[in-house]
């Protein structure tokens, strides 16, 4: 079949899942929504999209779609799930699922009593990188994992919406510590369950901009005894800095998609776009040369038009999007206590 698409969104996100998209047989995009009538028809101009909306139940009740796709800011995750469930859409979510555990579980509970396709679009599982460390894992060639150190850091949100915590759900560790904890279920295994977690997290750049922490650290244990690291900032300069080592009895692996780039270059001028959250353009620059495919959207987008074609569940889930929200609950209650606080999976 082919799988007729409504996108939801018109941001930076829903770029990164068009261009992951582009390369994806047996799917069209029918249809793209916005709040914004100009963004909503430039995003379809730009994407040879034939039909744009800003009524959001009207994108998704059309009777030529078969999935959703949500790359809406947090605060909409709960209503556009909602409105595709009541029109049996089967449906994908970007990151992180809900603004806290009890949304998520509402979520999950939707798409359940639906009984439709539903995806959980972390990116960094899907990633050619992380896949491959996974195979490594599979080969045996690290043996038991006993740590894993994740980092995701970089000068600040795009967008406006990500900076207000009641919108988002949180700051630095809500926004990114959802790729990282999900990275740690995956390359452990989704057996091994989380079972508590101790974090911090302040605010030391961005004072006027935001009410949440712009930096965060969290430790997860794991049922295993594995501990997973998670680094996360809003404040650091340089451009993106995206990283993973895994430790095992038997050897180790460590990724890195943005600082280890295949091409460097030095300029007097201005490089143009290297990469999201790029500080500069000129010096020594470092450019990504497929941005979208390295972080996982490619593969990630083929997953999900591949399920909803052969009409099974994806390997991520809205299950596994409850899973890491619940994990969130905890390290912010560790943020507040200082202590180490259950995850209760």
Known sequence: MTVRIAMLGSGF???????????????????????????????????????????????????????????????????????????????????????????????????TAAGVINGYAETEVFSPAVMRVRSLIDDGAIGRIFTIRSREAHSGPHADHFWDEQLTGGGALMDMGCHMFEAFRYLLGKDDRPTEVIAWGDRLVHHTRTTAEDNAIAMVRFASGAMGVAETSWAALGGMDLRNEVYGDRGAAYTDVTRGTPVRAFTLGDAGYLMEKTSASSGWVFPQPDEARVYGFHEEMRHFVECVAAGRQPRETYHDGWVINVMMDAAYRSMRSKRWEAIEV
């Open 13 to 111: 996100v829903s770029e990164l899942y068009m261009l992951g998209l582009d390369e994806v047989r047996g799917h069209d995009v029918i249809v793209n929504y916005s709040r914004s009538a100009s963004r909503a028809a430039e995003f379809g101009a730009r994407w040879k999209i034939p039909h744009q909306s800003t009524d959001l139940a009207a994108a998704i009740q059309r009777p030529d779609i078969d999935l959703v796709v949500i790359g809406l800011p947090n605060v909409h995750h709960v209503e556009a799930t909602r409105l595709a469930c009541e029109a049996r859409k089967h449906v994908v979510c970007t990151k992180p699922l809900g603004r806290t555990a009890a949304e998520a579980k509402a979520m999950l509970d939707l798409v």
